[in-house]
């Protein structure tokens, strides 16, 4: 038996795919702003914080780092409402991926950090500065400009690994391919579809933090 292809219908479906593709974005830049905060928190911990902090967020780390990312979220979402923290779907899924990329994260600015040389340390105490001053100015921002493209990668492998999102309901573009195939049984053709808007996505968005990155950083473009 042959299968007869045909993508016209998907048109009839596009309501569904742009919502989909919506909340996905929505996840990523939450996700995205969120996770990088706290992996920058918690890289700082790991590097300069004090000695009874360093072990809490090593924890932390490796927990995550070792553990999929779909149980984390199956944790967040049916775990936490047994110590009484309820949630709906797309807070779940937010909450769990920022927890994921600042595990991530941590450890991809936490190299960079510990590539800046002891001397600019004492450069900025010379200076007067603080050493939350000496810290913003002479560590991080140095050290984010080092590990940009690094960084970047794992914010896209974290918007991609969002799709695990549509096993608690979370309306993503994966939920609304799941939707679309269940109602017209053209699995192919549905998730090819939602294969190149991901594809679509990915590329997009490594742009954006191409150009986010010469932006921040314009020396680094520069050169």
């Known amino acids: 038996m042959n299968y007869a292809f045909d993508f016209g219908w998907l048109a009839d479906y596009w309501p569904v795919l742009l919502k989909g593709i919506g909340i996905t974005v929505e996840l990523t830049l939450v996700g995205g702003v969120l996770g990088v905060s706290l992996g920058i928190a918690c890289a700082w911990a790991r590097a300069l914080g004090p000695a009874w902090l360093k072990p809490v967020v090593a924890a932390y780390v490796e927990m995550i780092r ?29 909450l769990a991926m920022v927890i994921n990329l600042g595990a991530y994260g941590c450890e991809i600015i936490r190299a960079g950090i510990q590539a800046t040389p002891k001397g600019q340390f004492e450069a900025g105490a010379s200076l007067g500065m603080s050493r939350i001053q000496t810290f913003w100015y002479v560590v991080l921002i140095p050290a984010l400009q080092r590990i940009w493209p690094a960084l970047s990668s794992q914010i896209v492998i974290v918007m ?63 050169r």
């Open 66 to 94: 070792n553990t999929p990312f779909l149980i984390q979220l199956f944790f967040v979402f049916f775990g936490l409402p047994a110590l009484g923290l309820r949630m709906g779907e797309l807070q779940a899924a937010n």
């Open 160 to 222: 991609l690994g969002s799709a695990a999102v549509s096993q608690i309901a979370a309306e993503d573009l994966t939920f609304a391919a799941n939707f679309i195939q269940s109602r017209t049984f053209r699995a192919f053709e549905t998730y090819f579809a939602a294969t190149l808007i991901y594809l679509a996505l990915a590329i997009v968005l490594r742009q954006l933090l191409r150009g986010l990155g010469w932006t921040i950083f314009p020396k680094r473009a520069a």
